[in-house]
Antibody
Framework: QVHLVQSGAEVKKPGSSVKISCKAS????????LCWVRQAPGQGLEWMGG????????KYAQKFQDRVTITADESTTTAYMELTSLTFDDTAVYYC???????????????WGQGTPVTVSS | DLQMTQSPSSLSASVGDRVTITCQAS??????LNWYQQKPGKAPKILIY???NLETGVPSRFSGFGSGKNFTFTISSLQPEDIATYYC??????????FGQGTKLEI
């Protein structure tokens, strides 16, 4: 069974950056994509991008292409998501999720982290 | 640009009812359509993948159907623990993972 544990809540000022971690345990880390999905308060789900650790290449949603960086450390089985130039609209819960299909960043999200609330406030 | 239209946005039903949610894609997406359940304060949970495949451990009262542009998700006999928000999600090789707007299910 795969278990994803994310870092804790963050409060950031507009214009700053946030970096969230997602520690994976169980299963195979390197061959399955870890993605980031966010959910603004009272809103729906939004895919930001993902990475397949063994390839070390990330794919991003067009909306976030200029502001997000997703990385993975195979030695610690941890993925990271950094979002820059934060605005109030980036206030959301950020989830990491593992794709259930081998070797692609798209598909169904089979395992989820517990979520990391990020609040952007002046 | 690909659009996913999920309906209804909210739904009130009784225990034992048959409940159906629809999701329509603006383009043909084959069977690349998944369904999730999300309870308040919790992460989403996969129920159905690739339009009609039941994830391991998910009760058989949940089912999915469809291909191309039109998809349905059904709960055959609603249980109290099914109260949640349900999302469809499309995926492709662009790459894109696009969620529907969600359906809030209430009793």
């Amino acid at each position: 069974q795969v278990h994803l544990v994310q870092s804790g809540a963050e409060v950031k000022k507009p214009g700053s950056s946030v970096k969230i971690s997602c520690k994976a345990s169980g299963g195979t880390f390197s061959n399955y994509a870890l993605c980031w999905v966010r959910q603004a308060p009272g809103q729906g789900l939004e895919w930001m991008g993902g990475i397949i650790p063994i390839f070390a290449t990330s794919k991003y949603a067009q909306k976030f292409q200029d502001r997000v960086t997703i990385t993975a450390d195979e030695s610690t089985t941890t993925a990271y998501m950094e979002l820059t130039s934060l605005t109030f609209d980036d206030t959301a819960v950020y989830y990491c999720a593992r794709v259930g299909i081998f070797g692609v960043v798209t598909g169904y999200f089979q395992y989820w982290g517990q979520g990391t609330p990020v609040t952007v406030s002046s | 640009d690909l659009q996913m239209t999920q309906s209804p946005s909210s739904l009130s039903a009784s225990v034992g009812d048959r409940v159906t949610i629809t999701c329509q894609a603006s383009l043909d997406i084959g069977n690349y359509l998944n369904w999730y359940q999300q309870k308040p304060g919790k992460a989403p949970k996969i129920l159905i993948y690739d339009a009609s495949n039941l994830e391991t451990g998910v009760p058989s009262r949940f089912s999915g159907f469809g291909s191309g542009k039109n998809f349905t998700f059904t709960i055959s006999s609603l249980q109290p623990e099914d109260i949640a928000t349900y999302y469809c999600q499309q995926y492709d090789n662009f790459p894109r993972n696009t969620f529907g707007q969600g359906t809030k299910l209430e009793i």
